[in-house]
């Protein structure tokens, strides 16, 4: 690949640290235990460096991910933050994210984040009510969300998101309403809500699986369908199903992934898919500093992905957005199936796109599956 002609343009950098692990993420994370921060940050630079010796990299966007990226001390950050940008050709980026936790955030280092290019903070309250809050074992009040957000308006982020969960145990119709108007009235120009997902390996799905919690499809449809209505009226545009944005204010990183780009992963358990190539790093912290010590890539994992492969994703996924599924990728065999879902009110077709209505958003996952011969 040559960095004149095909350069990725999409990077991600996963940090593991959590200060609590949460009982429903699903995502690799851990304490900070023995770790060394200043080894580990060592380290992302480390692999970024390997990696740029065999691919070209010129991003459009970056984002930090976890885990909790402002788990890492100030200090260590900005070391991360500096190191990365005297690395890499910034003449393109346009969007640059980071995870933010409530309680992870003092002034200082929100203001050192902005200094070193960071235009996008994701702040993950997750609700404003603090039983809520309990039941999902986060360990800020609503007070200190509230706090981090003016923290991070007073630092001049150019984009602030906030990160909602719906469907939660004990969750009910009026309190999941009260999250979105608390939300609503502190005016981000980005909000995510995500339907609570009971993920292998975690407390919550343990408590399913024990008949302590119960999936419900009605709540769930009830919860999605009140915040596409109230944060439309808001003029939010609901542009992915999970996503809702102030017109110019869209995750450029995430389009990306539902799109189809080439992206490069770094950090513990990081993915990346170029071509038709995807590789995982192993899912280890220790591990992974160990392999780039010796000057290794840390990949635990690689696989070869077909055309077709690559194509049953992206059909996924771009359903889910606003712009919607280019028609002709709809085949001959699944036409009879896209006219019965049009005449049930669960999709449209038009300029050439596929594309859901309301109702059919509730129901992406089953109507991909529906289409896809």
């Known amino acids: 690949m040559s960095a004149e002609s095909d350069p990725v343009r999409h990077l991600y950098a996963h940090i593991p640290f959590c200060h609590r692990i949460c009982p429903y993420c699903g995502f690799y994370k851990h304490a900070h235990g023995s770790t060394s921060m200043p080894g580990f940050v060592a380290a992302m630079l480390r692999e970024l460096d390997l990696r740029l010796e065999s691919t070209a990299l010129r991003p459009r966007t970056i984002y930090f991910g976890g885990g909790t990226p402002t788990a890492l001390s100030e200090t260590h950050l900005e070391t991360l933050l500096y190191g990365m940008r005297e690395r890499l050709d910034y003449s393109d980026l346009q969007e640059f994210t980071v995870e933010v936790n409530p309680r992870t955030l003092p002034a200082s280092k929100a203001q050192m984040m902005r200094s070193l290019g960071v235009t996008r903070a994701s702040l993950g309250v997750q609700a404003w009510d603090a039983e809520t809050l309990k039941t999902l074992g986060?360990?800020?009040?609503?007070d200190e969300a509230r706090e981090t957000f003016a923290v991070l308006r007073a630092a001049g982020f150019p984009s602030v998101s906030l990160d909602l969960m719906f469907s939660i145990p004990g969750q009910s119709n009026e309190a999941w309403e009260a999250?979105?108007?608390?939300?609503?009235?502190?005016?981000?120009?980005?909000?995510?809500?995500?339907?609570?997902?009971?993920?292998e390996d975690t407390e919550f799905i343990e408590r399913l699986r024990r008949g302590q919690y119960a999936e419900n499809q009605d709540r769930d449809a009830t919860h999605f369908h009140r915040a596409a209505e109230l944060l439309g009226a808001a003029g939010f545009e609901h542009y992915e199903i999970s996503n809702h944005a102030q017109p110019g204010f869209r995750s450029q990183h995430n389009e990306a992934y539902w799109f189809g780009a080439d992206y490069l992963g770094i950090g513990p358990s990081a993915v990346g898919t170029v071509g038709l190539k995807r590789t995982q790093n192993v899912s280890d912290t220790a591990a992974y500093m160990e392999q780039v010590e010796k000057g290794l890539l840390p990949i635990g994992s690689e696989e070869s992905l077909t055309e077709e492969e690559r194509r049953t994703e992206r059909f996924g996924l771009e359903l889910r957005t606003a712009r919607g599924l280019a028609a002709d990728q709809v085949r001959v065999a699944s036409q009879k199936m896209l006219q019965i879902l049009q005449r049930d009110g669960l999709l449209v077709v038009a300029d050439g796109f596929v594309r859901l209505t309301p109702e059919g958003k509730a129901l992406a996952d089953s109507i991909a599956v529906a289409l896809l011969d």
């Open 138 to 142: 986060r360990d800020h009040s609503p």
């Open 179 to 199: 999250s979105l108007h608390e939300t609503l009235r502190l005016q981000p120009d980005h909000i995510s809500t995500y339907n609570l997902n009971y993920e």
